[in-house]
């Protein structure tokens, strides 16, 4: 992999990639230029530093806090194609050169390895391999990168129960992105608010906890600005300590927009209100008890054609775990999925369960034998007099005699007649001898 580092450079040589000073590239591997660089250099930042943002912190421990790193996870279009990239910025010193506050460094590396997933790039948080401040003792041109040599940090599976554990708010969290992924549709995206860790931890145990194929096409950023235009398919903005109106307009803004899954850490600001699926609590109390292992075990018994689809998932999740739950709507769905259509409908069968005028909302949607039965059933349950005064059930049985197959002759003609009749004295029979 390649790498570079940005950050604002000191003039002269040995100072920046090109000599030059000001918000620039300070170093790259051999063969890269500022020029073909500038697509990321949009993703390697670090938005202003305020004391507001920072919960008021003093200057000192805000640069000594890796909490308020940025990590972004994207993809840039280049002339080979679409590239995946990291970057990890964080604030720094004031520049050298003009004291100038609000410095930052950022280090990119570019194209991130194919069998890289969103949840590599956040195992990357905190990890020892990122450099965080410009010295005398860089030089312009930078070394590439080894995959295999690069260290993970603090988030794993351990850290992340321990982190759920810590707090309810982080539970609330947490729950709110799984519900949001699940549910995503495209052009939505999801803003979550708060520390950058926190969004990273959260992230993490999404993709941990839910298939591949949910989330593995994302892009996020751990800390940006607040504002109403994005690329990311997920972003967390810290919120201030203290009222901005500028920041509440957007926030408040953001919660309204239908197409957006906005969290809100403020009791001044409304999370999006959305039906929390259940699938959700389950997860959320598999992963407190440190039991994850439970959902791997799950996973592995759906298709994986499946595994994209969050009406599947859940459809796979209640056949499996919570079937007291489903109801007939799931079983119109369940029916489409040739992996529950048989257990499907024999739910549908069960009239301890559901009524008949329920079990015929489904009516065609099942085979001719299953079809045979519930008509035997509405007879026999049925007077004629409640048969000819429910339009439903006359239109149901009339249809029901008649073939499908239409006449094309004289012979068919006359077989379809005698068929008919032979159907309308078998239904009379049943009527006068049930």
């Not at 390649?2 to 002269?12: I, K, V």
């Not at 964080?90 to 590396?109: A, W």
């Not at 950023?221 to 203290?242: A, C, G, R, W, Y």
Request: proline residues 5%; negative net charge.
């Amino acid at each position: 992999m390649n790498q570079a580092y940005f950050t604002f450079c000191c003039s002269g040589t040995g100072k920046s990639l090109s000599g030059l000073g000001g918000d620039r590239v300070r170093a790259a591997v051999n063969g890269a230029s500022e020029t073909g660089l500038a697509l990321y250099k949009q993703y390697c930042n670090y938005p202003q530093y305020s004391h507001n943002t920072r919960n008021e912190q003093s200057q000192e421990t805000a640069l000594k806090s890796l909490s308020f790193a940025k990590l972004v996870f994207g993809k840039a279009e280049t002339e080979t194609g679409v590239q995946r990239f990291l970057a990890h910025s964080v604030y720094t010193q004031p520049d050298k050169e003009t004291l100038r506050e609000g410095n930052y460094f950022s280090h990119l590396i570019y194209p991130v390895p194919n069998s890289w997933t969103v949840r590599t790039a956040l195992q990357m948080w905190e990890s020892p391999f990122w450099v965080t401040q410009d010295s005398d003792d860089i030089a312009p041109e930078l070394p590439a990168i080894d995959e295999n040599a690069i260290p993970f940090g603090i988030i794993n599976e351990k850290s992340f129960v321990e982190f759920l554990r810590s707090a309810p708010e982080r539970q609330e969290k947490f729950s709110f992105l799984l519900n949001s992924l699940l549910t995503l549709k495209p052009n939505d995206k999801i803003v979550l608010t708060g520390l950058p860790e926190e969004a990273a931890f959260c992230l993490w145990g999404a993709t941990r906890c839910l298939p591949l194929p949910m989330w593995n096409n994302i892009t996020f950023s751990t800390h940006e600005k607040p504002t109403l235009s994005f690329s990311f398919d997920i972003v967390n903005f810290p919120m201030s300590s203290t009222s901005e109106n500028q920041e509440d307009y957007i926030f408040s803004e953001l919660s309204r927009r239908p197409n957006i899954h906005f969290y809100s850490n403020s009791p001044q600001i409304s999370t999006s209100e959305r039906s929390v699926l259940p699938i959700v609590n389950d997860i959320l109390e598999i992963s407190i008890n440190d039991e994850i292992h439970l959902l791997d075990e799950f996973y592995q018994t759906v298709p994986a054609a499946q595994k994209n689809s969050e009406i599947a998932l859940r459809l796979f999740w209640i056949f499996a775990n919570h079937p007291e739950q489903i109801s007939l709507h799931d079983l119109g769905m369940a029916i489409d999925i040739p992996e529950l259509k048989n257990q499907a409908i024999e739910m549908i069968m069960d009239s301890s369960r559901f009524s008949l005028d329920e079990q015929l909302e489904l009516f065609n949607r099942l085979d001719v034998q299953r079809q045979d039965a519930l008509l035997n059933r509405l007879i026999s349950e049925n007077s004629i007099e409640q048969i000819r005064s429910n339009e439903r059930y006359s239109n149901l049985l009339v249809s029901a005699l008649k073939t499908q197959e239409k006449p094309t002759t004289p012979e068919k003609d006359l077989s379809l007649l005698q068929q008919t009749l032979q159907n309308i004295i078998n239904f009379i029979r049943k009527l006068l001898f049930r």
